[in-house]
């Protein structure tokens, strides 16, 4: 009876045992594959992306054109995984070829600018395999500890290949709903800069420093112990 007692608690020991053998196991993240490129047909089947990118500033400044950002780094990623980086010249133009049937992430950033990104789909129908050229625009703004910018943990764009057209292209859809976020973003930076500039305008006026002078003036007159 003891000997069948102590059989079925070793029994009952091995089956949490394996229970939670099983679930630590269950729980283990599994490592991600690494992307496989055939390199021949990525030099035969891509999209050459051509971008500029440009330095934000108030609209009230420059108008409709912007001054081209150099030195930005674009670090393109598959997955988690960084496929190949580059970046800006000092005309903020940059060059790069994305092979087909892949999912990318291009990542806009400088150093003391709000980075950006957005995601490129190369998948196209075996049909219209070949080579093609999007041209993209990017501007990054300096950054500013009041701004809030959590709408850019979201891509700012999507593109991907249009079978009717056959050609790749922005999703409009997408594009149309996170541009009313973003709009309202640029019209607070624009806001946190006029107040920014307008507040260094009126203490470098003349007549701000004309008012300095004459306060500082009428402190002296009534300095006490002063001989006539």
Known sequence: MKK???????SF???????????SFAQTP????????????AATYYVEMKGNIYRFVPAAEIGDKLPPLGGAALHIFIGTKEYTTTQSNDKGKCVFKLPLNQSF????????????????????PDAN????TFNFDVDLFEENAKLDVSILKK??????FDVIYKRFQYDDAYTSRINFDIKKMYKAYDDFEKAKKDSIAKFNSPKGNESEKVADDKKKDGTPGKKK
């Open 30 to 41: 599994k490592k991600e594959k690494p992307v496989v490129i055939d390199s021949a047909q």
């Open 4 to 10: 069948h007692f102590l059989s079925s608690l070793i």
């Open 155 to 160: 891509p700012i764009a999507k593109v991907t």
């Open 105 to 124: 992430k291009i990542q806009v950033s400088k150093y003391g600018y709000v980075s950006k990104f957005f995601e490129v789909n190369t998948k196209v």
């Open 129 to 132: 395999k070949g080579t093609f």
């Open 13 to 23: 020991a091995s089956i949490l045992l394996f229970i939670n053998s099983s679930q």
